[in-house]
């Protein structure tokens, strides 16, 4: 918790719910994680896990359900591929590799048993997290911009301490689709939050900023989703438990913009957009790529 006045204390540690099904890719996911759906060569959680990474991250926590064992196997040193590799001469390879493995102690799993919702995966996070503020991307989110939208947030978190969450305009008609964030100035980069709802009725939406899927929370939100009810389909409701946190007087809320592009890898259509979007940005494929798409369209 930030009091006003001292520093806010450093963000260390990170967040990432995998544990829902996938049905949306069914059959795809029937055997295989939705999260390690590759988008151009890299798996989604890998994305996400670089993100926090650039932001400065230490330590990563997944939060996990059946069928997720290859999510931790992705996570750990592959001896015999690193072995087949190195005999190969396939330096470059193996590099890569090494450069994506957090360090030992770095990585913690623990199982949701029961899909009860984003807050109840969130607080089965509790006791690795620990005292602490903390940082949660959603994997299927992929947030594309030219910065990292987490390491954006953390500067906004040094800055105002507290709770953040990032935010991006959506169409007034679509507003109704979306967790919404009201605010004191909808034009700036950072400003304090002054309401959240969770998919608002039509036409009484308190502005067009939906949440994205990148938060920095205080440690005081696990008591409350301790208590949480559940909420919009008999699911602990991660929103429920923010709008309690911010009803406290020590606990603001400030919504970051997010100014770049925002890729939906839980729909067929976002995880198909993300990977045109990515390989565009490959110097290795781009040219390649878009003309190979010229053929297609």
């Known amino acids: 918790m930030s009091v006003s006045g001292s520093k806010p204390r450093k963000i260390r ?5 995998v544990a829902g099904l996938g049905t ?4 795809a996911t029937k055997a295989m ?15 996400a896990v670089d993100e926090a990474r650039a932001a400065g991250i230490e330590f990563f926590i997944f939060v996990t359900g059946r069928n997720k064992g290859v999510i931790e196997d992705h996570f750990d040193s592959q001896f015999e591929l690193e072995n ?3 005999t190969r001469g396939k330096k470059s390879e193996l590099e890569a590799l090494n450069r994506d493995l957090p360090q030992a102690g770095q990585a913690a799993f623990t199982r949701q048993q029961s899909p009860l919702g984003l807050g109840h995966a969130v607080w089965c996070a509790r006791e690795l997290v620990g005292d602490a503020p903390f940082a949660l991307l959603l994997p299927d989110m992929l947030h594309q911009g030219r910065e990292p939208c987490l390491a954006e947030m953390i500067r906004a978190y040094e800055e105002h301490g507290g709770n953040h969450v990032a935010v991006k305009p959506v169409p007034d008609d679509q507003a109704h689709l979306y967790g919404i964030c009201g605010v004191t100035d909808a034009k700036a980069k950072v400003s304090a939050i002054t309401q959240m709802i969770e998919k608002p009725p039509r036409g009484t939406a308190p502005s067009n900023l939906h949440i994205t899927g990148r938060y920095i929370l205080q440690p005081e939100i696990f008591a409350l989703l301790a208590e949480q009810e559940r909420g919009a389909g008999g699911e602990i409701q991660l929103t429920d438990a923010m709008i309690k946190l911010a ?4 606990q603001p809320f400030h919504a970051v913009r997010f100014d770049g592009e925002i890729y939906d ?13 990515y390989a565009l940005q490959r110097p ?12 297609l369209v």
């Open 284 to 295: 290795d494929l781009a040219a390649e790529f878009k003309a190979e798409l010229k053929k």
């Open 265 to 277: 890898c839980g729909s067929k259509i976002g995880w198909l957009t993300a990977n045109v979007a």
């Open 24 to 27: 949306r890719f069914l059959p």
């Open 13 to 17: 540690t990170a967040v990432f719910p």
């Open 33 to 47: 994680p939705k999260e390690m759906l590759t988008v151009v060569d890299r798996p989604v959680i890998q994305h």
């Open 84 to 86: 087949t590799l190195e």
């Open 247 to 250: 009803a406290k007087k020590d």
